[in-house]
Structures are given as structure tokens and as C-alpha cells.
């Protein structure tokens, strides 16, 4: 199962690949988002999650990054969003 953490910050879990802008946290894949990094968008994810992120973006990239996330979710994938 492929589950993805965007803007992971210090979460670490097993078996989840995480996406994050700072070097600082050690993630799998250092990016800025959007877009999402070409490695995450050569796979196809059954989980995604981002916790306490989507607020952080302006609008029209919040609309990019959530279109990509869909683009990459596995039939049946489930997005996670958690918000305050």
C-alpha cells in the first residue's frame, strides 16, 4: 500500500513516504508544493494526508495541489484532510 504525508513535518510513520519543504525534518522527498514532486506523481497512492496544510496556501494553490492530489490517488484512494 503507497500512503503519502504532505507538509509532514516531524510525522514519521511505517510505511508512509513523506513530502516536506524543509530539510530540517529529514522527509523522503524535499519539495516545495505545488506541484508535487515528479516522484510522487509517477505513482499512484492509495492514502494521502495533510494535516493542518491546505490552510497555508493561497487559494489558487490549495486548487493546484488538491487537483494534483487527485490526479495521484488510486482508484478507491482515500485523501485525508485535517484542519483547525
Not at 56 to 71: D, G, H, N
Request: hydrophobic fraction near 40%; charged fraction near 25%; proline fraction near 8%.
Amino acid at each position: 500500500m503507497n500512503r503519502l504525508i504532505l507538509c509532514a513535518g516531524e510525522t514519521r510513520r511505517d510505511g508512509w513516504t513523506t513530502v516536506d519543504a524543509s530539510s530540517d525534518h529529514f522527509p523522503d522527498f524535499l519539495a516545495t508544493i505545488p506541484p508535487l514532486p515528479i516522484d510522487v506523481i509517477c505513482k499512484q497512492w492509495d492514502e494521502v494526508e495533510l494535516v493542518h496544510g491546505i490552510t497555508s496556501f493561497y487559494p489558487w494553490e490549495a486548487k493546484t495541489l488538491l487537483r494534483e492530489i487527485r490526479e495521484v490517488l488510486a482508484p478507491g484512494g482515500k485523501l485525508v484532510l485535517e484542519q483547525p
